[in-house]
Nanobody, 119 residues
Framework: VQLQASGGGLVQARGSLRLSCSASGRILRINDMGWYRQAPGQQREQVAG???????NYADSVKGRFTISRDNAKNTVYLQMNSLKPEDTAIYYC??????????????WGRGTLVTVSS
């Protein structure tokens, strides 16, 4: 399973960006999908997650500003980021748990996309 993320870039504070991440490969079903981020010198943290049924959860630091969604037909997860702050600057990684056969599932990561928010 390969995850390809896109949409990162440089944006001014209070601006918006939309990240996308598409999964491809031998996939029977994708379960949970999510976005994580890692800032320089910090540990990777979960930003938002979404189940196959559409239930979502968010880190407290992004609640009310970020929205996660998914298109199951396209095996794609999105992260709409509004009211961005300099502290949102990080490499953003997408993640999914996918069923690759009737008895096999795995956790997969994309390469990451850099988001830089200038003050």
């Amino acid at each position: 399973v390969q995850l390809q993320a896109s949409g990162g870039g440089l944006v001014q504070a209070r601006g918006s960006l939309r990240l996308s991440c598409s999964a491809s490969g031998r996939i029977l079903r994708i379960n949970d999908m999510g976005w994580y981020r890692q800032a320089p010198g910090q540990q990777r943290e979960q930003v938002a997650g979404i189940t196959s049924g559409g239930n979502t959860n968010y880190a407290d630091s992004v609640k009310g500003r970020f929205t996660i969604s998914r298109d199951n037909a396209k095996n794609t997860v999105y992260l709409q980021m509004n009211s961005l702050k300099p502290e949102d600057t990080a490499i953003y990684y997408c993640n999914c748990n996918a069923l690759t056969s009737l008895i096999t599932s795995g956790n997969y990561w994309g390469r990451g996309t850099l988001v830089t928010v200038s003050s």
